[in-house]
Structures are given as C-alpha cells and as structure tokens.
C-alpha cells in the first residue's frame, strides 16, 4: 500500500497560519459582540441579569425541594452588579441612583457585609426602588477605587445622577434598606390595609409609627414626615387606618393623631406625648430607641457613641456570666431610663473591650467589669466592688445622682525611703505634691516618650545638687498609669515647680533646658533667704 507522503514544512506553515487565521475571526467576531454588548449600556447588562433571576425563578417553582439557603444567598447576590474598570463609569453615569460596595477579598469586614448588602439589595428590588446596587473589588481595581474614593474597606457611596455622598447608617441588611430608601424614595412607608401592614411586620422590627385621620389637614403630618427625613436610621411608618395602627400598635388607646415607637424587646411599645414638632420627635427616637441593655458590635459603636444619653454604663463579662445578669440588667434600666445608658460588651472581644479596660488600668480581666463614662463632663467611674445586682443599681443610682467620684488610675504606693527623687502615683499625689508643705518640683514622664530618660537623668543630677536645700522635693509622676483631676499635660516630658502656697498654679520649666538653667530658675524662684544660691553644678 502507497504510503501517502509526508507533509512539507511549508504546509505544516500554511496550515499554522489558516487556524490562527480562523481564531482570530472568532475572537473578533465575539470583540463585536462584547462592543454591541457595551454600547447597549448598563440596560443590557440589567436585562441579562433579569433573565437570569428569572431562570433562578423557573427553578424554584420547578424544583423547590433543591433550592437551599446557599442558592438563595447565591441569587440575592447576583442582583449586585459587579462593577469593574470597564463598567463602573457607565453604570453610576446611566442611573440615578446607584448605591456602591468598596470591598476588599482580604477584609473580614467585607465579608460579614457582603451577604447583609445581597439581601438588602433583594429587598430594595421586591420594594420596586429604581436602586441600582452594586460593588468592586478594591484591591483589583484600585485605580477606580481611587476614582470613587474609596479609601478604606468596607466602603459604602450612594451616587446620586453620578455624584457621591457618603453612607451614614447602620450594617444590617434592614438599616441598608432605611437609609437608601430614605435618600432615594419617600421618607415615610403609607400603609393603608391590614394585609400590607402585617406583611410589614415580618420584615421590619424597629420602627416609628404615625397615624394621622387626615394627613393633608394635619399640621403634625408635615413634621412627622420632617422628622422622617432627618432621621437616618429608623423606619418611619405613616397610616390613616385606625385598625392597621392597632395592628402595629396593639397598646394604642386612641383614633385620633398619634406617635410611637416599636422595638423588638420587652419595652416594645413606647407612645410619645410631646408635642408633635419634628425637633421634638426626632429627641424621642434617639433617647428610646436602643433596647434597655445594648451590645456593644463593631457596626454600632458610632450610633452609641452619639447617643444623646451620654451617661454611660458598661458592662464587660464572658457570655455566660452576662446571661446570669441580663434580666436584672434590664430591671435596673428600666429605674433610670433617660437618664443613662446600660450597655454590654463581651470581654473576650479583645477589639472592643481592651480599648475601654485599659483606661482604668485593667488589661487581664476575666471576670465582670463595670464601669462607666460621662461622655458630657470627660470623666470615667469604676464599680470597685463585687458586681453584683444590687451593687450594680447603687452604683448606678449614685451615677444618676453625681454621688459616685470620678476613678483615677494609679499605681500601687511605693516606698520612697532613701531616694534621691520621690515617686508619686495617682493616690500620694494631693498629699505628696498639693498638700505637702514644701516645694515640689514634679517630672511628668510616660514609658513610651523618647526624651524623658534624659531628662530624667538631668532630675537625678539636680536632687544630688540641691541636696539638704529647704523646702525642696524633687518628685516624678509616670503619666501613663497614674491620673490626676489637677494634673493636666499634654506632652511629656513635663517639669513642673509646685510652690509652697501657689500650688494651685504651677510654674512649667523648659524641658530643653540644661541643668545649669533648671538650677538658676530653681534658685531665683525659691530665692533662698538663709544660704547662698546654688547654680553651679
């Protein structure tokens, strides 16, 4: 059998070429496709995503018994569009409203925010807001991150016809769904039947109702949706319908106007009687609407820090100890409502606890801690004594009542006999510098300030020097574990000259003075009557 012969080098060349060629048509022909795909502009890309939904829609009716929460978390997650260098100028260029994730793959944060930003977007969706939602992956597209300014992940912008502004409200899926309705949308939901009412119930908890017989008449409508509009973060519910509002109200007593709040906890119901001026109602919502003992979370320290109860009493402990705790936590909130704030915070979240603990010198705790802080007067309080329930209420009725002293750090007394220079701490400071008798010159230090130890050795050099000189004490204080209502300072290292009688108003030398200066100020101040100055060294 004729063998057939070998191709040439120049067709296994020819050959080479005609199948590139013909990759090369294809890859063309799909560039064409993709730019049609482009200048078809973001509408393209929502139909292609709306077809998809409802493929995940067939499914479910098809299928139900397949469908799992990881396919549910799966679809709400697929009506996030993927924003990328490519798109993302065209997206927030072509829609209202486009509400942007900065993300990074790395950020735990992001994580945790992710699912919450999917299912506020299903939510928005069912809720037919024109809403675009969206994120990007800030670490790949860095340069457009930088674009959007997004400087720090997680990141959340609302664009508004292609201008941003920043994101103000809370991290759960429900606060998401608040503040963009609010910024997009009406202020306030109108539910006018009991059906749409109890279909509201299932999804929102939180929220502040308003009935109103006759809106258009009523002056107090106009500011219920005033306050609705300045408020970032509850639901304002509005309803002309005395039968919903005993829905979502059931303790209501009237058909005529009314305002209140509804929480998800054993205080559910809170009418408001004041009068009804958005000022007023909104000094409502932020005074009763944390539960009666609030954790402390990473995505509420703002909202708590800002609340207008600035008395604050918090509760450090391991989960078990505070379940122990918790309803007599909530019977003593209920004695001093308005007048502070009780909130817990889980002592092994080294993140949220040590920030706080180290403040009163506590940085191994293992057991409940309880102390408070007066955001208005900048003062700390420490409960010293076994935290027990009744311990705990008459620390806090002593708060409520300004019969509890501020807490001060101080290190335990040390024994100065035979030093050069006295150590004081935050306990020996009024009787060992302000009540003493003698002159005191006071070296204010911290472990961490790079030129206190020379100065120091300079303090050293001088208590040497003006050994056996009446009525002087060289002392030295370390400002970081030892506090002091009248010691104020701020940058260290600090010398300070407390004189016999003027105690109240210290002299403040010049720490980059020599030694030979310190001693000259010390003499002319002191101004020794009996021997002669002392400046040289």
Request: charge should be negative; hydrophobic fraction near 40%.
């Amino acid at each position: 059998m004729p063998m057939e012969p070998k191709p040439t080098s120049k067709f296994v060349i020819l050959f080479s070429f005609l199948l590139l060629l013909s990759l090369l048509l294809v890859v063309v022909r799909s560039s064409d496709v993709a730019v049609e795909g482009i200048e078809a502009g973001s509408e393209g890309e929502l139909d292609d995503l709306e077809q998809l939904l409802a493929v995940d829609e067939q499914l479910q009716e098809e299928r139900p018994e397949q469908q799992s929460e990881a396919k549910t978390v799966s679809k709400a997650q697929r009506i996030v569009m993927e924003l990328n260098g490519d798109n993302t100028k065209r997206l927030i260029d072509g829609n209202e409203y486009v509400m942007v994730l900065g993300y990074a793959p790395w950020c735990a944060r992001s994580a945790e925010l992710m699912p919450r930003f999917a299912e506020a977007a299903t939510d928005l969706k069912e809720m037919g807001s024109s809403v675009l939602m969206a994120k990007i992956d800030g670490e790949r597209y860095s340069k457009m991150a930088s674009h959007l300014e997004i400087k720090g992940f997680p990141t959340l912008l609302l664009f508004v016809n292609g201008t941003s502004q920043p994101y103000t409200g809370g991290f759960n899926s429900e606060e998401i769904v608040i503040w963009v309705q609010k910024k997009t949308g009406a202020p306030t939901i109108k539910l006018e039947t009991v059906d749409k009412a109890s279909e509201f119930l299932k999804k929102h908890h939180t929220f502040i109702l308003g009935l109103f017989e006759n809106s258009e008449a009523s002056s107090g409508y106009d500011e219920f949706v005033k306050a609705a509009s300045l408020d970032n973060e509850i639901q304002f519910v509005e309803t002309n319908s005395s039968d919903v509002a005993k829905l979502l109200f059931p303790n209501l007593k009237t058909n005529n106007m009314f305002v209140g709040l509804v929480k998800t906890e054993a205080e559910r119901y809170t009418a408001y009687d004041g009068p009804c001026q958005a000022e007023k109602i909104l000094e409502f919502v932020n005074s009763n609407k944390f539960p009666l003992v609030t954790k402390l979370t990473e995505s509420n320290t703002v909202r708590v820090y800002s609340s207008p109860v600035k008395l604050q009493v918090m509760v450090f402990s391991k989960t078990d100890d505070f379940e122990t705790l918790a309803q007599s936590l909530e019977d003593i909130a209920r004695k001093f409502t308005l007048k502070l704030m009780l909130i817990y915070i889980d002592i092994s979240n080294e993140n949220l606890a040590m920030p706080f603990l180290t403040l009163f010198w506590i940085e191994d705790a293992k057991k409940t801690i309880v102390a408070a802080f007066d955001n208005n007067l900048n003062s700390k309080f420490l409960l010293e004594s076994d935290p027990s329930p009744n311990n705990i209420e008459e620390f806090c009725s002593g708060l409520a009542h300004g019969a509890v002293s501020p807490y001060y750090k101080s290190e335990a007394i040390p024994d100065n006999q035979n030093t050069s220079v006295v150590v004081v701490v935050g306990r020996t400071f009024d009787e060992l510098v302000l009540k003493s008798q003698e002159n005191v010159l006071l070296e204010v230090h911290t472990p961490w300030c790079l030129n206190c130890e020379a100065l120091s050795k300079q303090v050293e050099k001088l208590s040497k020097h003006f050994k056996g000189f009446e009525n002087l004490v060289f002392a030295r204080i370390d400002a970081s574990a030892n506090e002091h209502p009248k010691l104020k300072v701020d940058d260290y290292p600090t010398i300070l000259l407390y004189k016999t009688g003027e105690k109240e108003n210290p002299l403040k030398l010049a720490t980059k003075s020599s030694a030979k200066e310190m001693a000259v100020f010390i003499n002319r101040e002191l101004k020794p009557k009996d021997r002669s100055t002392k400046d040289e060294l």
